[in-house]
């Protein structure tokens, strides 16, 4: 009987994991259906599974997965300002390590369109600490921590730039000292177009500039040969 439940349980997992594959992709091919998604309800129970189900990775995953595809419309966006959504991001942060490039790269998104609400969820999360907290470890558990530690940086200041709560948010990066590390430095060239959740369809996401350097190929100084019979002009055809 063990043995069948643990067959039942692999097999949820990987239905579940293809599932979320699929959605996705669906998404990144026609971002306007993203657009729809607030008015069937379903952004508010996406955020819950995350706390309801903190003990269950592959829930964990799936949901991150789908809610950083998600960011990427405004009309989403609006409506996670609208429901809980900071705080149960930063427990699947706290869950699932091997997420938190995900997370991050979603948060560099939702805080970049400087809506106020969600930046005031992220200070009564605590999220600037947490976020901190992260600059300062060594994300062993990512595949590229340089690039998590930039969108990091960007979100930061993304939110330290709002009108109405960035005063706060900025009192407490100045009393960071790994913020004072971070926030002079150039960002940018760490972060690929090439999206964190690459990796969901087993991808290895791409750095940008000179972070990796792929193989080149020499081209030739001198043009191939030419086949003799090609050249010429046969007489027999005239």
Known sequence: MITVKSTSVCVQVDLLETVTSALVCLLQAQPSLADQVPSLGHIPQLCKKMVTHRQQGAIIRATVLVLHQLATSEVCIQAMGHTECINPLKQAMQARKDMIGVVCEALNRLFSTNHDQLISQALEAGMVQYLLGLLE?????????????????????????SLLHGSRVAAILDK???????????????????PTAGYLTAGTPATAGYLTQGNTKTLPDAPPPMDREDSLVRTDTI
Request: net charge positive; proline share 2%.
């Open 176 to 194: 960071s000292t790994v913020w004072s590390e971070y926030k002079d430095q150039r960002h940018d060239l760490f972060i690929s177009n090439t």
């Open 137 to 161: 470890g060594r994300l062993e558990a990512l595949e590229n921590p340089a690039m998590t530690k930039a969108q990091i940086v960007k979100a930061l200041k993304s939110m330290s730039r």
